[in-house]
Each structure stands twice: as C-alpha cells, then as structure tokens.
C-alpha cells in the first residue's frame, strides 16, 4: 500500500491517495522548535534594547514560559495531526480487508 512508493511518488500524487505528513512530522517538529527559539531571542534582545537590566529578566522569563508552552502546543498539535492520518490509513486496511472478504464469500451463504 503506502509503504510501496517512495516519497516522491507521494508528494506528486495528484489524487491524495497516500500521506506524506507523518514522515515529515518530526522535521515539522523542529523547524518550528527553531522558529520558537529564534522568536524567544528577538523577545530576550527587544526586551534588552527597551529596559537594559530589567529587560533582560522580563525577556527571560518571557523566553522560558514561551518557548516550552509554544513547544506544547506544536507538538500537540502535530500528533493530533498525525493520530487523524493513521486512522485514515487504518480505516482503508479494515474496509479493503472487508470488502476483500465479502467478495470470498460463498455463494450459498446469505451476507450479514
């Protein structure tokens, strides 16, 4: 199924049958932990410019309540994200699995 083409293949199927989002997950992950960081040190030196000393212990506390929170969030969200893509996939193996069953059924036997 899924694993038989290459991601590639996947990324140009114009008819979406396949997923490429939980093989990229984990790089989403840290592009946006990156992303976190960087915007943690534009607080920490806007904080700095504005108020000197003082600004330096908003900035860092600000810094260590956004980025673990962002973090939460991202990473909830990317799991969430991916939960939903695997039971799209688990849902196609069940409904081939019956449909490939039906289609075995003897004749002389009623269908349920």
Do not use: H, W
Request: glycine share 8%; with cysteine; charged share 10%.
């Amino acid at each position: 199924m899924a694993q038989n083409k290459g991601f590639f293949e996947k990324l140009f199927d114009l008819s979406f049958s396949y997923f490429i989002a939980p093989q990229i997950a984990g790089l989403l992950y840290v592009i946006g932990l990156g992303i976190t960081c960087l915007v943690a040190l534009v607080i920490l030196v806007a904080a700095i410019s504005e108020a000197g000393i003082g600004g330096l212990l908003i900035g860092l506390v600000l810094a260590v309540i956004v980025v673990p929170v962002y973090a939460i969030f991202l990473r909830v969200g990317l799991e969430s994200f991916v939960a939903t893509i695997r039971t799209a996939e688990n849902t196609r193996i069940i409904a081939e699995d019956v449909i490939a069953r039906r289609n075995q059924t003897p004749q002389n036997f009623p269908n349920f």
